[in-house]
C-alpha cells in the first residue's frame, strides 16, 4: 500500500491540500483572494517552463539554459518594440510579431540544443549548461547589462492579466499532456527515456524523438518569457537568472523521474503548485530571501531522494 | 540424516507477498560431490541459491553447514563459509584487469602500497588451474565471454570455497568455451570440490553431476544418482506433464518467392563476403561460434550497423527494393524485425509495462495524424498476448521486469508480431528461458512461417535448427562456410562445419 502511494503521481497534490490547511490557519494574509491572485500570476509562467522541462526530463536528458532562453528572448523581444527606440515601435503589428520572434528565437535554441545531445552525443548537462552560460552572457553583452522598459501596452496585456496568462498555460499544457499520453511521440519519448537502444532496435528514430524533447522546452521557455516580460513590463538580461532550480525542481517534486521514461504535465502542475505554496506562505511571514532558499533547496533534495528510491525499486535495487 | 553432508537444508520455506516460491525444500550435498538442479524459470531456483547466499532469509526451515547450524545473513557470511557463487551475469569490471579483478576485495598490501609482483604470481597460479592463457595484466574487455567465465571461477577459487555454485554458467559460452569449462570443472571435481550446478542444459547436469535434483513450483519433485533419470524423464518432471517431442511438428513449406537478399555483404574485421537468401514460407538456422559474425550479420542485415560493400533488398509490393542505406526506422516499415541476443540489453524496456513495451514497434499502425487510436491498439494487443500465450494474470500496467524470462521473451515477439513482420530475424530466441515456453515460441516460428514470412534463427543450440529450420547456413570467422538442406541435417557435420580446424578436444 505505501509503495503504492509513494508511486502514485498525486502524492503532490496531496501534499498541497495539507500544506495549505497547516500554514494557511497561521500564516497571515495566507488565505486572501489577493495573495491567490499572486501566487497563480507567479505560478503561471513557471508551469509553462515546467511543461517543456517534463518533455525533457522524459528522455532522461535535463535542460539548464532554458533560464537563460528566458532572458535572451525577452530582451530581443523587448528591444523590438520599446518605444525607446525599437524598429517596431508604434507599428500596430509590434506585438505580435514581438512574440512570435521570441518563440522562434525560442525553438531555433532548443533545436541547437537538441542536437548537440542527440546528434552530437553530447551529454545533455554539459550540452544544456554551457548554452545557459553563452545565451546569459550574450544577453548581458547585447544590451550592456541595461533593462529595458516602455514596451506597448497589448504587448503588457498578454502576460499581466491573470485571464489571459490562465488561457495561454491551459492551452499549452492541455497540448502537451494530450501530446505525450495520446500520441506516437509520447508513446516514443517514453521508451527513448527508458532505453535508448531498445527504443532504436523497435524502430523508434531516437535522435528525432530527443531533438524534438528540446525544441519543445525552447519554445515553453519563450511562451513563459512572453509571459513574464509583459508581467514585470520590462525586457531584462538576467530575467528569471534565478528560478533555474524551481523549474528542474518543481517537475521532479510532481514526481517526473530524472532517471527518464516516468513523467506527467499533472504531476508537474501539482510540483508548481506546492513549490509556489511553500514560496508564497515563507514571503508572507517575510522570512530572508536565504531563509527561503535554504527550505526550497531541501524540499526539491527530499524529493529527489524520493525519485531515486523510487527508480531503485523499479529496478529492483540496482 | 546424513552427518557426513557437507551442506544440509531441511523443509526451506519462503514466499513473496503471500505467494509461495519455496515449499518445504530438503537438499544434502556431500563433500565432494556434485549436485545438478534443475527446474523451469520460476520453479525457485534462484530463490533457492539467495537463501545459500544469504541474500535473503527462509521463512522456515534450517540449513547445515560442514556440522553446525548455518544462518547468512549477508552475502559475506556465505563467503566466509566457504560457499562460492558463479552467477549468470557475470560481475566483472571491465576497465580493470584479470589480476586487479580477482583481488578486488583484498588486495595483498604492505602498508599503503598494493604488492603487484605478489598479485600477479598468485593470479598466474588461479588461471593455471582454471587453463586459462592470459597474462593478468589483461583488461577484462579484451577477454571473450568463456575468458571472463574463467576469469570468475579463478576469482571464486582465490577464496579456497569448499562449495562452488554455478547458475547457468553456459548461458553465452560457444561450444567448444563449454567443453573446456567442463573439463576445469571435472579437475576441480576430482580434487575434492562439491559443487552445485544450476542448468536448463539437460545433458549438461548429465555429463557433470553425479545426483539431480529437479525442482518444481517451488517443491523437489525428483531427487536420485543422474543415472536414475533420462533426459525425458526430467523434463516431464520439470514440466508436470510428458512433451512428446521437444519440437512441434513443421507445418509450413518454402516457396521460391523472394523476401530478403543479401548480395556480399562485408565489414572489415566483422562479416566478409555474406550472400544469403530468404523465402516465403522459409526458416533458415545460423549456426556459429560465438565471435563467428552471426549477431554481427544480423545487427548489418536490421540497419543498426553499417557494412562497407554490399546491398540487401526486400520484397515489397511486386519487387525488390534496396534497403541498404535505410534506418532501422524505416526497415521496421518495410516489414522486418529483430529479436536482440539480450533482452535487457536492448530488447525491451525493462521497467516500462508490458504494454508501453508492446506498442512501441507498431504504434505508427495505430495513429492517425500522429494521434494514438487506444482502444484500437488495446485489443490489438489482447489478441496477440493471446497469440503468445503470454500469462493471463500480467496486467498491462505491470513492469516487464516482473515477467519470467519465457514471458519477457513473449512479450519481445509480441511487440513484434503486432506490426505483421514479413521477415523476422531471431537471435537466440530461446536463451535462458524454460522448456514449456521454448516449445511455445518453436510453434509461434512454424505458424509465422506457414503465414508466410520468412525468418532467420541465430542459435547455439545445434538440435533446436535441426527441429525448426528448413535450412541450415554455418558461419566461421565471419564467412558463410556451408549450407545445409533438411534432408541432409546432420548434428555431427553442422558441429564440425563449425567448429573447423580448431581442435576437439574429447568432452
Same mark, same amino acid.
Given at each position: 500500500?505505501?509503495?503504492?502511494?509513494?508511486?502514485?503521481?498525486?502524492?503532490?497534490?496531496?501534499?498541497?491540500?495539507?500544506?495549505?490547511?497547516?500554514?494557511?490557519?497561521?500564516?497571515?494574509?495566507?488565505?486572501?483572494?489577493?495573495?491567490?491572485?499572486?501566487?497563480?500570476?507567479?505560478?503561471?509562467?513557471?508551469?509553462?517552463?515546467?511543461?517543456?522541462?517534463?518533455?525533457?526530463?522524459?528522455?532522461?536528458?535535463?535542460?539548464?539554459?532554458?533560464?537563460?532562453?528566458?532572458?535572451?528572448?525577452?530582451?530581443?523581444?523587448?528591444?523590438?518594440?520599446?518605444?525607446?527606440?525599437?524598429?517596431?515601435?508604434?507599428?500596430?503589428?509590434?506585438?505580435?510579431?514581438?512574440?512570435?520572434?521570441?518563440?522562434?528565437?525560442?525553438?531555433?535554441?532548443?533545436?541547437?540544443?537538441?542536437?548537440?545531445?542527440?546528434?552530437?552525443?553530447?551529454?545533455?548537462?554539459?550540452?544544456?549548461?554551457?548554452?545557459?552560460?553563452?545565451?546569459?552572457?550574450?544577453?548581458?553583452?547585447?544590451?550592456?547589462?541595461?533593462?529595458?522598459?516602455?514596451?506597448?501596452?497589448?504587448?503588457?496585456?498578454?502576460?499581466?492579466?491573470?485571464?489571459?496568462?490562465?488561457?495561454?498555460?491551459?492551452?499549452?499544457?492541455?497540448?502537451?499532456?494530450?501530446?505525450?499520453?495520446?500520441?506516437?511521440?509520447?508513446?516514443?519519448?517514453?521508451?527513448?527515456?527508458?532505453?535508448?537502444?531498445?527504443?532504436?532496435?523497435?524502430?523508434?528514430?531516437?535522435?528525432?524523438?530527443?531533438?524534438?524533447?528540446?525544441?519543445?522546452?525552447?519554445?515553453?521557455?519563450?511562451?513563459?518569457?512572453?509571459?513574464?516580460?509583459?508581467?514585470?513590463?520590462?525586457?531584462?538580461?538576467?530575467?528569471?537568472?534565478?528560478?533555474?532550480?524551481?523549474?528542474?525542481?518543481?517537475?521532479?517534486?510532481?514526481?517526473?523521474?530524472?532517471?527518464?521514461?516516468?513523467?506527467?504535465?499533472?504531476?508537474?502542475?501539482?510540483?508548481?503548485?506546492?513549490?509556489?505554496?511553500?514560496?508564497?506562505?515563507?514571503?508572507?511571514?517575510?522570512?530572508?530571501?536565504?531563509?527561503?532558499?535554504?527550505?526550497?533547496?531541501?524540499?526539491?533534495?527530499?524529493?529527489?531522494?524520493?525519485?531515486?528510491?523510487?527508480?531503485?525499486?523499479?529496478?529492483?535495487?540496482? | 540424516?546424513?552427518?557426513?553432508?557437507?551442506?544440509?537444508?531441511?523443509?526451506?520455506?519462503?514466499?513473496?507477498?503471500?505467494?509461495?516460491?519455496?515449499?518445504?525444500?530438503?537438499?544434502?550435498?556431500?563433500?565432494?560431490?556434485?549436485?545438478?538442479?534443475?527446474?523451469?524459470?520460476?520453479?525457485?531456483?534462484?530463490?533457492?541459491?539467495?537463501?545459500?547466499?544469504?541474500?535473503?532469509?527462509?521463512?522456515?526451515?534450517?540449513?547445515?553447514?560442514?556440522?553446525?547450524?548455518?544462518?547468512?545473513?549477508?552475502?559475506?557470511?556465505?563467503?566466509?563459509?566457504?560457499?562460492?557463487?558463479?552467477?549468470?551475469?557475470?560481475?566483472?569490471?571491465? +576497465?580493470?584487469?584479470?589480476?586487479? +579483478?580477482?583481488?578486488?576485495?583484498?588486495?595483498?598490501?604492505?602498508?599503503?602500497?598494493?604488492?603487484?609482483?605478489?598479485?600477479?604470481?598468485?593470479?598466474?597460479?588461479?588461471?593455471?588451474?582454471?587453463?586459462?592463457?592470459?597474462?593478468?595484466?589483461?583488461?577484462?574487455?579484451?577477454?571473450?565471454?568463456?575468458?571472463?567465465?574463467?576469469?570468475?571461477?579463478?576469482?571464486?577459487?582465490?577464496?579456497?570455497?569448499?562449495?562452488?555454485?554455478?547458475?547457468?554458467?553456459?548461458?553465452?559460452?560457444?561450444?567448444?568455451?563449454?567443453?573446456?569449462?567442463?573439463?576445469?570443472?571435472?579437475?576441480?571435481?576430482?580434487?575434492?570440490?562439491?559443487?552445485?550446478?544450476?542448468?536448463?542444459?539437460?545433458?549438461?547436469?548429465?555429463?557433470?553431476?553425479?545426483?539431480?535434483?529437479?525442482?518444481?513450483?517451488?517443491?523437489?519433485?525428483?531427487?536420485?544418482?543422474?543415472?536414475?533419470?533420462?533426459?525425458?524423464?526430467?523434463?516431464?518432471?520439470?514440466?508436470?506433464?510428458?512433451?512428446?517431442?521437444?519440437?512441434?511438428?513443421?507445418?509450413?513449406?518454402?516457396?521460391?518467392?523472394?523476401?530478403?537478399?543479401?548480395?556480399?555483404?562485408?565489414?572489415?574485421?566483422?562479416?566478409?563476403?555474406?550472400?544469403?537468401?530468404?523465402?516465403?514460407?522459409?526458416?533458415?538456422?545460423?549456426?556459429?561460434?560465438?565471435?563467428?559474425?552471426?549477431?554481427?550479420?544480423?545487427?548489418?542485415?536490421?540497419?543498426?550497423?553499417?557494412?562497407?560493400?554490399?546491398?540487401?533488398?526486400?520484397?515489397?509490393?511486386?519487387?525488390?527494393?534496396?534497403?541498404?542505406?535505410?534506418?532501422?526506422?524505416?526497415?521496421?516499415?518495410?516489414?522486418?524485425?529483430?529479436?536482440?541476443?539480450?533482452?535487457?540489453?536492448?530488447?525491451?524496456?525493462?521497467?516500462?509495462?508490458?504494454?508501453?513495451?508492446?506498442?512501441?514497434?507498431?504504434?505508427?499502425?495505430?495513429?492517425?495524424?500522429?494521434?494514438?487510436?487506444?482502444?484500437?491498439?488495446?485489443?490489438?494487443?489482447?489478441?496477440?498476448?493471446?497469440?503468445?500465450?503470454?500469462?493471463?494474470?500480467?496486467?498491462?500496467?505491470?513492469?516487464?521486469?516482473?515477467?519470467?524470462?519465457?514471458?519477457?521473451?513473449?512479450?519481445?515477439?509480441?511487440?513484434?508480431?503486432? +506490426?505483421?513482420?514479413?521477415?523476422?530475424?531471431?537471435?537466440?530466441?530461446?536463451?535462458?528461458?524454460?522448456?514449456?515456453?521454448?516449445?511455445?515460441?518453436?510453434?509461434?516460428?512454424?505458424?509465422?512461417?506457414?503465414?508466410?514470412?520468412?525468418?532467420?534463427?541465430?542459435?547455439?543450440?545445434?538440435?533446436?535448427?535441426?527441429?525448426?529450420?528448413?535450412?541450415?547456413?554455418?558461419?566461421?570467422?565471419?564467412?558463410?562456410? +556451408?549450407?545445409?538442406?533438411?534432408?541432409?541435417?546432420?548434428?555431427?557435420?553442422?558441429?564440425?562445419?563449425?567448429?573447423?580446424?580448431?581442435?576437439?578436444?574429447?568432452?
Amino acid at each position: 500500500m505505501v509503495s503504492r502511494f509513494v508511486h502514485s503521481g498525486y502524492l503532490t497534490l496531496l501534499l498541497c491540500g495539507v500544506y495549505c490547511l497547516a500554514v494557511g490557519t497561521w500564516v497571515p494574509g495566507f488565505f486572501t483572494l489577493e495573495n491567490a491572485h499572486n501566487v497563480l500570476l507567479a505560478l503561471l509562467p513557471l508551469l509553462v517552463v515546467a511543461t517543456g522541462q517534463t518533455v525533457v526530463l522524459m528522455t532522461a536528458g535535463i535542460d539548464l539554459s532554458v533560464t537563460s532562453i528566458i532572458a535572451i528572448t525577452s530582451v530581443i523581444g523587448a528591444q523590438l518594440i520599446t518605444s525607446d527606440g525599437g524598429p517596431l515601435a508604434e507599428n500596430w503589428l509590434a506585438t505580435p510579431i514581438a512574440a512570435i520572434a521570441m518563440l522562434c528565437l525560442g525553438v531555433g535554441l532548443g533545436l541547437a540544443n537538441g542536437i548537440c545531445v542527440a546528434v552530437l552525443k553530447m551529454p545533455a548537462f554539459i550540452a544544456t549548461l554551457t548554452s545557459m552560460m553563452f545565451l546569459s552572457g550574450l544577453a548581458i553583452w547585447w544590451t550592456q547589462s541595461e533593462q529595458i522598459y516602455n514596451l506597448p501596452r497589448s504587448f503588457l496585456s498578454i502576460g499581466n492579466q491573470l485571464g489571459s496568462v490562465l488561457l495561454i498555460t491551459i492551452l499549452l499544457t492541455g497540448s502537451v499532456h494530450f501530446l505525450i499520453n495520446r500520441t506516437l511521440f509520447g508513446m516514443r519519448l517514453r521508451a527513448v527515456g527508458h532505453n535508448p537502444l531498445a527504443a532504436r532496435t523497435s524502430g523508434v528514430p531516437v535522435s528525432k524523438t530527443i531533438v524534438w524533447a528540446y525544441v519543445l522546452s525552447g519554445f515553453t521557455a519563450a511562451l513563459a518569457s512572453v509571459l513574464i516580460t509583459g508581467q514585470l513590463e520590462t525586457g531584462s538580461p538576467v530575467q528569471w537568472e534565478n528560478n533555474l532550480l524551481d523549474i528542474v525542481g518543481a517537475t521532479v517534486i510532481g514526481g517526473t523521474s530524472l532517471y527518464g521514461g516516468r513523467g506527467s504535465v499533472i504531476w508537474t502542475a501539482s510540483g508548481v503548485l506546492l513549490l509556489s505554496l511553500i514560496d508564497s506562505s515563507l514571503n508572507l511571514l517575510s522570512l530572508s530571501h536565504f531563509t527561503i532558499m535554504m527550505i526550497k533547496g531541501a524540499v526539491i533534495l527530499l524529493a529527489a531522494l524520493l525519485d531515486t528510491l523510487r527508480y531503485r525499486v523499479n529496478e529492483g535495487n540496482h | 540424516m546424513q552427518t557426513n553432508s557437507l551442506l544440509e537444508l531441511s523443509q526451506i520455506s519462503k514466499g513473496f507477498f503471500g505467494i509461495p516460491v519455496l515449499e518445504q525444500v530438503t537438499l544434502s550435498v556431500a563433500p565432494g560431490q556434485s549436485l545438478g538442479l534443475v527446474g523451469e524459470n520460476g520453479a525457485g531456483k534462484s530463490t533457492l541459491m539467495n537463501i545459500l547466499g544469504g541474500n535473503i532469509q527462509p521463512d522456515s526451515g534450517s540449513m547445515n553447514w560442514t556440522g553446525s547450524a548455518y544462518r547468512p545473513h549477508w552475502p559475506r557470511d556465505a563467503e566466509a563459509a566457504g560457499i562460492a557463487f558463479i552467477h549468470q551475469e557475470l560481475n566483472l569490471f571491465p +576497465n580493470l584487469n584479470v589480476a586487479e +579483478n580477482i583481488f578486488l576485495a583484498d588486495f595483498p598490501c604492505r602498508g599503503f602500497w598494493i604488492r603487484r609482483l605478489e598479485m600477479f604470481r598468485r593470479t598466474k597460479e588461479l588461471l593455471g588451474q582454471v587453463g586459462l592463457a592470459v597474462s593478468p595484466q589483461t583488461p577484462v574487455v579484451n577477454l571473450t565471454a568463456g575468458e571472463k567465465q574463467l576469469v570468475e571461477i579463478a576469482k571464486a577459487l582465490h577464496r579456497q570455497p569448499k562449495l562452488l555454485i554455478l547458475d547457468e554458467p553456459t548461458t553465452s559460452l560457444s561450444e567448444r568455451e563449454i567443453v573446456h569449462l567442463f573439463k576445469v570443472l571435472r579437475a576441480l571435481q576430482q580434487q575434492g570440490m562439491a559443487m552445485i550446478y544450476i542448468s536448463h542444459v539437460l545433458q549438461h547436469v548429465q555429463q557433470l553431476c553425479s545426483t539431480v535434483a529437479v525442482l518444481r513450483d517451488g517443491s523437489i519433485v525428483g531427487h536420485g544418482p543422474v543415472e536414475h533419470f533420462s533426459p525425458g524423464q526430467l523434463v516431464a518432471l520439470m514440466v508436470g506433464r510428458e512433451l512428446e517431442q521437444h519440437f512441434p511438428r513443421i507445418e509450413h513449406q518454402p516457396t521460391d518467392r523472394l523476401l530478403l537478399r543479401a548480395e556480399a555483404l562485408s565489414q572489415p574485421g566483422v562479416i566478409e563476403n555474406v550472400s544469403l537468401a530468404v523465402h516465403e514460407h522459409e526458416v533458415i538456422g545460423i549456426a556459429g561460434l560465438m565471435g563467428s559474425g552471426r549477431t554481427e550479420m544480423a545487427r548489418i542485415l536490421f540497419g543498426l550497423d553499417s557494412c562497407s560493400s554490399g546491398r540487401v533488398s526486400v520484397y515489397r509490393a511486386g519487387e525488390m527494393i534496396e534497403i541498404t542505406k535505410l534506418p532501422v526506422s524505416k526497415r521496421v516499415q518495410v516489414g522486418m524485425a529483430l529479436l536482440t541476443e539480450s533482452r535487457r540489453d536492448d530488447g525491451l524496456c525493462m521497467s516500462a509495462s508490458i504494454d508501453e513495451n508492446l506498442g512501441v514497434v507498431a504504434g505508427a499502425r495505430f495513429t492517425v495524424r500522429g494521434v494514438l487510436n487506444k482502444s484500437l491498439l488495446r485489443s490489438s494487443i489482447n489478441r496477440t498476448r493471446e497469440a503468445v500465450r503470454l500469462t493471463p494474470t500480467a496486467s498491462g500496467r505491470q513492469a516487464v521486469r516482473t515477467l519470467s524470462g519465457g514471458n519477457q521473451q513473449k512479450v519481445v515477439l509480441a511487440k513484434w508480431l503486432l +506490426n505483421e513482420p514479413r521477415i523476422l530475424i531471431l537471435d537466440e530466441p530461446t536463451r535462458g528461458i524454460d522448456v514449456g515456453a521454448k516449445f511455445e515460441i518453436y510453434r509461434l516460428i512454424d505458424e509465422l512461417a506457414c503465414k508466410g514470412a520468412g525468418i532467420i534463427i541465430i542459435s547455439s543450440e545445434i538440435e533446436e535448427l535441426i527441429g525448426t529450420c528448413d535450412r541450415i547456413i554455418v558461419m566461421r570467422k565471419g564467412e558463410i562456410t +556451408n549450407s545445409f538442406d533438411r534432408s541432409h541435417f546432420d548434428r555431427e557435420a553442422i558441429l564440425n562445419a563449425a567448429l573447423h580446424s580448431i581442435e576437439q578436444v574429447p568432452a
